[in-house]
């Protein structure tokens, strides 16, 4: 059975408010990530200590042979 113009437009209008929710939340997020690296730079800076962790691209490479030989 066809939907009416009006109950897709309905169904629309629910998809959009739900897009705008999930877009908000990621905003949020992506503002609390700026946040704690600004925190850690600080943090850095202040204390004059490393807090991140620097990650060697070997890493990446051995594990992808490790997983290819298995």
Do not use: G, V
Not at 6 to 29: D, F, G, I, S
Not at 50 to 61: L, M, V, W, Y
């Amino acid at each position: 059975m066809p939907k009416s113009p009006q109950q897709k437009l309905l169904e629309l209008e629910q998809q959009l408010q739900l897009l705008k929710k999930k877009n908000a939340q990621l905003e949020q997020a992506d503002n609390k990530s700026i946040i704690f690296d600004m925190m850690i730079d600080l943090a850095e800076k202040e204390y004059k200590i490393p807090i991140r962790k620097n990650s060697c691209p070997e890493q990446s490479t051995d594990t992808e042979k490790n997983t290819q030989k298995a």
